[in-house]
């Protein structure tokens, strides 16, 4: 992969290149191939993680605590998004009129 001196040693504070590009953002990663490698990553952890959650519904006990532990997750990302999108539209159309059209 062509990547330049600045990029090595960002990727070398990240600890991996899988981990800076998980954890970097779009625009300051500024690499179309970056953003490829991280929709792959991003699809074959969801894969992962169904697959664990099939487990545990399946009854193998190892899997269970995981399992658990990616369904929490997955909940608190649900929940604050919908707190994003509340105070987003509490700030874009005053408070009175976004209380009528919380989400939670």
Request: aromatic share 4%; net charge positive.
């Amino acid at each position: 992969l062509p990547v330049s001196e600045k990029g090595l040693h960002k990727i070398n504070q990240a600890g991996s290149l899988d981990r800076y590009i998980l954890t970097t953002n779009i625009r300051d990663m500024n690499s179309r191939l970056g953003e490829k490698l991280r929709y792959r990553l991003l699809r074959a952890l969801e894969r992962k993680e169904q697959q664990m959650i099939e487990r545990a519904l399946n009854g193998d006990e190892k899997a269970i605590s995981i399992a658990y532990s990616i369904i929490l997750q997955q909940e608190r990302d649900e929940r604050r998004s919908l707190l994003r999108r509340n105070n987003w539209l509490s700030q874009r159309e005053g408070k009175k009129e976004s209380r009528k059209r919380k989400w939670m």
